[in-house]
């Protein structure tokens, strides 16, 4: 993994119920109750909002989060409330078939800087302890596999407890790992995700998308948008869907690691067969040629 963007991995995920409460009360956690939120209520407070690179948005009973960029996480905060000490939960339906997605919790963020823990779990069993700060490159801590997480991969309930040099991770209620580090003591919480699956969501057509051959020569698989002149770079290797079609965007994200290797294999072949320097120069050479009767 790289520094963030983010970077990890996921296409769609909803978070289903977020019970986040106190771990240890105290007078300061009885004055200032970590919030308890279904989702029930889309005025509830939780930051929302699409763009190119992802989507955050009460949907489905949940909060719905998309990523279209790679290497690029999404996040959302009920509030701007500081918290020390406290135990925080989320229930996580997965609709990923990747994977290599990595979803979870953000705990100690210091007032809307890039600098907090993030912890966070992949279907494959993998999980994360991650420390970000401003400007530098992300910190993994302490990182593992356990079968608690494989087992459970559709739908989990994420716990955290984020305390003063503490941090401790559970799964369906079963404690996976624990870390210490001090570096943040308190801060604003909130809940992640992120992918590895490129998405180019353009609603407006683009003579030629660099963005999508990038990702094609990094051998991501891609889903775009039929805008412009983006068909005809994606061609057969990848998945195109209609201008502004959310739904049409989140189904064509679900495909299962075969179809991800395969569509990020082919865009490969066929951005280098296309698009790499010496292809593209003697193609033109080629329409020269051609136009001068050679």
């Not at 990523?67 to 996580?92: C, D, I, K």
């Not at 299962?256 to 951005?271: I, N, P």
Request: hydrophobic share 40%.
């Amino acid at each position: 993994m790289k520094s963030l963007s983010w970077k990890v991995l996921l296409s769609v995920l909803t978070l289903a119920v977020a019970a986040l409460a106190c771990g240890m009360p105290d007078v300061t956690s009885l004055l200032n109750p970590l919030p308890s939120d279904n989702f029930s209520n889309s005025s509830s407070g939780w930051g929302t909002g699409t763009d190119s690179q992802s989507s955050v948005e009460y949907a489905n009973d949940g909060l719905q989060m998309i990523v279209y960029q790679p290497y690029f996480v999404t996040w959302s905060t009920p509030s701007l409330e500081s918290y020390e000490n406290s135990h925080l939960e989320a229930t996580v339906k997965n609709d990923s078939t990747d994977p290599e997605a990595l979803f979870g919790i953000v705990c100690h963020e210091q007032g809307q800087t890039n600098s907090f823990y993030y912890v966070g779990v992949s279907p494959d069993g993998y999980y994360a302890f991650v420390k970000a700060a401003e400007g530098q490159d992300d910190v993994f801590i302490k990182d593992g596999t356990s079968s608690v997480i494989t087992d459970s991969v559709a739908s989990m309930r994420l716990g955290l407890d984020c305390g003063n040099g503490t941090l401790t991770l559970y799964v369906n209620g079963q404690q996976i790992d624990s870390i210490s580090d001090s570096t943040y003591t308190s801060g604003v919480v909130g809940l992640f995700a992120a992918s590895d699956v490129f998405a180019h969501a353009s609603t407006r057509p683009e003579p030629l998308g660099r963005s999508v051959v990038q990702a094609m020569l990094a051998g991501l698989p891609v889903i775009a948008t039929r805008a412009g002149a983006i068909p005809e770079v994606v061609g057969d290797a990848g998945r195109l869907t209609p201008a502004g079609d959310v739904d049409a965007l989140a189904a064509a994200l679900k495909m299962d690691v075969a179809t991800r290797e395969r569509l990020g294999r082919e865009g490969r072949e066929r951005a280098l067969a296309r698009f790499e320097l010496n292809a593209m120069t003697r193609r033109l050479e080629q329409v020269w040629c051609d136009a001068a009767g050679l």
